[in-house]
């Protein structure tokens, strides 16, 4: 299944939903502002999902000033109680998954000690939950893969897993993306597809940066039940990345704009 992160507004999301049948991955409950007004949050967003006729949703979280791994217990304590917001919408709107920021920031954190306190911090906030909604953590500012493995080892919840996000590891790591994908392949439920040049997080077109998207996603080539969101902030790269991700064959029987006759392939869809 693929989806489109709403960073565009409602009328294009709606002409590319109808043209391909993408879900929707929804930033609403990611703000803290909203989740101030949760009710309130809720209430339009359901008109917002109605309008745009949003048939396949998940979740991206809240992570501003948050983090799961923080020394401070009133840091924890914010982190759990927004994170119990944005899970209580996901199981409201019928969303199937909740995307969450590791939260790492190099030369701020150590490493040492780090992946025990997310695995403990995941497993207090598991504790009560049930499957229907997978809890993804996604790399951001992480510089290697494998703290993420041991996180994602030491936590036996099904609906725990990871989402790896192949603009993120392009610009804030050295290690190669396919290296990436290599490593954590065991425990990836669902990718961010976006790019850039290596230099800083910019969520271009699939294609027109460094990310070795071939490399990488030909790893998923067998993988059932993959998902994937493409994370660009204009309809128009949105609908280039559908065009380049079709091309690579790892999604091709997920939205029938991935289907697209050749001779319209590179012909915006809205």
Not at 30 to 46: G, I, M, P, W
Not at 172 to 186: F, H, K, T, Y
Not at 207 to 230: A, E, K, R, W
């Amino acid at each position: 299944m693929i989806y489109i992160s709403h960073l565009i507004d409602d009328k294009e999301m709606k002409e590319i939903i109808a043209s391909t049948g993408a879900g929707i991955e929804s930033i609403e409950f990611s703000v803290a502002e909203n989740l101030d007004h949760f009710s309130r949050t809720l209430k339009n967003y359901r008109k917002q999902l109605e309008f745009m006729d949003c048939q396949n949703l998940i979740l991206h979280g809240p992570f501003l000033d948050l983090n799961p791994m923080a020394y401070d217990s009133l840091v924890v304590q914010a982190t759990r109680t927004r994170y119990d917001q944005a899970y209580q919408a996901a199981k409201e709107l019928g969303a199937r998954k909740l995307i969450l920021h590791s939260g790492f920031i190099p030369s701020v954190y150590f490493l040492t000690g780090w992946a025990e306190r997310m695995a403990d911090f995941y497993n207090r906030f598991l504790d009560d939950k049930d499957d229907s909604v997978e809890i993804l953590m996604e790399n951001v500012m992480n510089p290697f893969p494998s703290p993420l493995k041991d996180v994602a080892e030491r936590i036996s919840h099904p609906a725990f897993g990871l989402c790896l996000d192949i603009g993120h590891s392009n610009c804030c790591s050295e290690i190669s993306g396919r290296e990436w994908a290599e490593m954590l392949l065991p425990h990836i439920r669902h990718l961010h597809l976006h790019d850039n040049s290596g230099d800083k997080d910019r969520h271009l077109a699939l294609g027109t940066g460094s990310v070795p998207l071939s490399q990488i996603l030909n790893l998923f080539q067998n993988m059932s039940g993959l998902s994937c969101t493409i994370e660009c902030n204009t309809a128009q790269d949105v609908t280039s990345s559908l065009n380049t991700l079709s091309d690579t064959g790892v999604f091709i029987d997920s939205p029938k704009s991935l289907c697209y006759d050749e001779t319209i392939r590179n012909t915006p869809v809205f």
